[in-house]
């Protein structure tokens, strides 16, 4: 009964494959987000989404497209994968905007 | 636009009282968030402020100044498992980039 989960937890791949990273929330939230978090810590936010529509898209390289199927999912596509992308990937969901935020566990993509 | 700043790092001693300072700037605001993340974890929600004033929830409390663009956290009786990222917050859920907090015995 996890309430936002997302999947895989870790994620290994080589320079120049793609990857998805699937997000799936079951709390009848309006809005998703996709997180960024280096090895610097530093949560920068990439997408985010309200009700299926696009509402936030950061400065993010057009490698990464978010899709979102329903309400209750956000994935995350990344084509052409670089070393730059090794971080951990959060989803969130939230009841609407700026509201309480919940994450998933994060995905560990490590690129080699 | 969002642009969130608070300190790199600090280091308390346990049962002891440290005030974690955000100050922000933002095109559209509605309402200040910190968020808990421990070493390896997801961040968890601590608070809201939409506001002016303190809000208390036992050991955590948080501040808001809308005038100032200011916020605080304050964690008093310090212990060991509130090592921790602490993040502050603002407009879409834009995050600073935290304050690492030690707590030493």
């Known amino acids: 009964d996890t309430a936002v989960s997302q999947t895989p937890k870790y994620l290994v791949t080589q320079m120049g494959n793609d990857k998805s990273i699937k997000c799936e929330q079951n709390?009848?939230?309006?809005?998703m987000y996709w997180y960024k978090q280096d090895s610097k810590k530093f949560l920068k936010i990439m997408f985010s989404?309200?009700?299926?529509?696009?509402?936030i898209n950061e400065t993010v390289p057009n490698r990464f497209s978010p899709k979102s199927p329903d309400k209750a999912h956000l994935n995350l596509h990344i084509n052409s994968l670089e070393l730059g992308d090794s971080a951990v990937y959060f989803c969130?969901?939230?009841?609407?905007?700026?509201?309480?935020?919940?994450f998933g566990q994060g995905t560990r993509l490590t690129v080699v | 636009g969002q642009n969130i700043d608070q300190p790199t790092e600090m280091t308390a001693t346990e049962g002891a009282i440290v005030q974690i300072n955000c100050t922000y700037q933002t095109s559209g605001f509605n309402g200040l968030f910190w968020y808990q993340q421990h070493a390896g974890e997801a961040p968890t929600f601590l608070s809201y402020n939409v506001l002016d004033g303190l809000e208390e929830k036992g050991r955590f409390s948080s501040f808001l100044s809308r005038s100032k663009g200011y916020s605080y956290l304050l964690l008093k009786e310090l212990q060991m498992k509130d090592s921790a990222s602490y993040l502050c917050a603002s407009y879409k859920l834009s995050f600073g980039a935290g304050t690492t907090v030690t707590v030493r015995a």
């Open positions: 709390l009848g939230h309006d809005t």
């Open positions: 969130a969901s939230s009841h609407r905007e700026n509201t309480e935020a919940f």
């Open positions: 989404y309200n009700n299926k529509e696009l509402i």
